[in-house]
């Protein structure tokens, strides 16, 4: 499995827009340690760009 193909996973995952035939493939396909790590680095990485969006705007607010 490649990363690419791995992250495209975890972001349709996230958007919610994965067929179920692609869901089912990808369930063979992937390794399930692979896909934790990258659903969490990008979990983290939205949660720091959310972070760093409202820092931004606060510190404009003051």
């Known amino acids: 499995m490649s990363l690419k193909r791995a992250v495209k996973t975890v972001f349709a995952g996230f958007l919610g827009v994965q067929s179920r035939a692609q869901y089912e ?3 063979q ?3 399930f340690v692979a896909v ?3 659903g969490v680095l990008m979990t983290a990485g ?3 760009m959310v972070y760093g969006l409202i820092s ?4 404009l607010v003051r």
């Open 29 to 31: 396909e992937h390794r």
């Open 36 to 38: 934790a790590i990258v």
């Open 56 to 59: 931004a705007v606060m510190a």
């Open 46 to 48: 939205f949660v720091l």
């Open 25 to 27: 493939q990808d369930l």
